[in-house]
């Protein structure tokens, strides 16, 4: 196999490169998560990260293998917003100009500390609605100018970069306590994972890696199945920082390989897991952050009750502005929050028969968008309501079916839930 002259010694060169500069985030004990799975979960905190995400580490330790004059020339890069931000801090660091493509899907918090992070030294580019998009247009202008194009995950010196988290999280996963069974990694392109793999499976050839992607961008899964990297007709970019199209040629062997295997979370689990962690535990993830606690969550059972799991949390990046949408998601997950279709007659009680006779004690109404048409006879209204147990969903349906109301539960793959959230 093909590794582009990656090894678990690589990864210990960028870890000594690297030691001076980044931080040794921690790798601390879930209480909640450890009960919830029975044995015991560690939270490897890289959103406690310089620039809150592991980015920096593939990127700093690229960019400072330049030479001088490949230096001089810059550098340009595409970015769900981390990579952006890693490669922004390092420019700052290394005195290197640069510039950032980031798409249209990239929330504002990251746009702006990408700017921050760059101290004046990088140029912030907005192109494309998807990552790929994006990614054409930094090589165009790697092209087209000369600077050097850091890619996120398709080069040996991000990977080997970004798997220094490896020999980290053994060492601390030793002075924890139980033996580590298994480590958790969130998938978007595959250099995270990759660069992971590549250490753990020579050095500790024992520990299982299992990769994590959200279903509507499994890029990994496919390539897999397809036997080399494939592009996605579609992909949901709601975990920006895992929603990558098409997986990198270089780690795509090295994930075929060495990790064990590849799981897919509902982005509704990783809103619940979001949640979980910032009101339990006081973390602040993004996303992507979230998706390795959401999904141990999800494998209950299957790790020995006297070992460790560790979980990565990738990054903590995430824009306050989209908290409303988390809950929400969290919510239809949970089958705590419904929508349906009411059409009521134009006729006085309506209203109070649905309040009355359809609602029940710990079923409330969060939404009503009444809308009066030209009919005069009916009108249609989209009802969200929210249970305080999933199970009374059986009761209210039934009670809807014996009203005299002509009532549609709207699903969640349903195009109005683009209006909803």
């Avoid at 100009?97 to 702006?112: E, M």
């Avoid at 309040?355 to 048409?373: P, T």
């Avoid at 309501?385 to 009374?392: G, H, S, T």
């Amino acid at each position: 196999m093909d590794r582009a002259g990656l090894d678990a010694a690589a990864v210990d060169a960028a870890a000594q490169l690297l030691r001076p500069v980044v931080r040794r985030t921690e790798l601390e004990h879930s209480p909640r998560l450890s009960e919830m799975v029975g044995t015991s979960v560690l939270l490897k905190r890289e959103n406690r990260q310089i620039t809150r995400s592991y980015k920096v580490r593939g990127a700093y330790h690229l960019i400072s293998g330049l030479s001088p004059s490949e230096q001089a020339r810059g550098v340009v890069c595409a970015s769900a917003g981390n990579h952006g931000q890693g490669l922004a801090w390092s420019c700052a660091r290394l005195g290197v100009q640069g510039r950032v493509f980031v798409p249209t899907t990239t929330p504002r918090q990251k746009r702006r500390r990408i700017l921050a992070l760059g101290e004046g030294r990088v140029e912030l580019i907005v192109q494309g609605s998807t990552y790929d998009e994006a990614g054409a247009a930094a090589l165009a202008d790697s092209a087209g100018t000369g600077a050097v194009f850091v890619p996120p995950f398709d080069d040996a010196r991000v990977i080997a970069g970004q798997g220094t988290i490896a020999p980290e999280i053994w060492e601390q996963a030793e002075e924890a306590g139980p033996p580590l069974h298994t480590v958790l990694v969130p998938v978007g392109g595959g250099g995270l994972i990759a660069g992971l793999a590549l250490w753990l499976k020579e050095r500790r050839p024992q520990v299982r890696v299992v990769g994590v992607e959200p279903w509507g961008a499994a890029s990994m899964t496919a390539a897999l199945a397809a036997g080399g990297p494939v592009a996605l007709a579609e992909v949901d970019t709601f975990v920006d920082g895992a929603a990558v199209g098409r997986v990198g040629e270089v780690p795509f062997p090295i994930v075929r390989d060495l990790v064990d295997e590849i799981v897919t979370v509902d982005p509704g689990a990783v809103c619940t897991e979001m949640l979980d962690l910032y009101q339990v535990e006081g973390i602040v993830a993004e996303p992507a952050g979230a998706l390795a606690s959401a999904a141990v969550r999800a494998m209950a059972g299957r790790f020995p009750a006297h070992a460790a799991v560790a979980c990565l949390v990738s990054g903590g990046n995430n824009d306050v502005s989209r908290y409303g949408e988390i809950l929400e998601r969290s919510l239809i997950h949970q089958g705590l929050r419904h929508y349906f279709m009411v059409t009521f007659p134009q006729e006085p009680g309506a209203l109070r028969h649905f309040l009355d006779d359809v609602l029940a004690e710990g079923e409330d109404i969060v939404m009503f968008d009444y809308v009066k048409k030209n009919n005069r006879d009916t009108g249609p209204a989209l009802v969200g309501i929210e249970l305080d147990d999933a199970a009374k969903l059986a009761g209210l349906l039934a009670r809807m079916d014996h009203s005299p109301l002509q009532i549609e539960q709207v699903p969640p793959g349903s195009p109005l839930f683009s209006f909803i959230m």
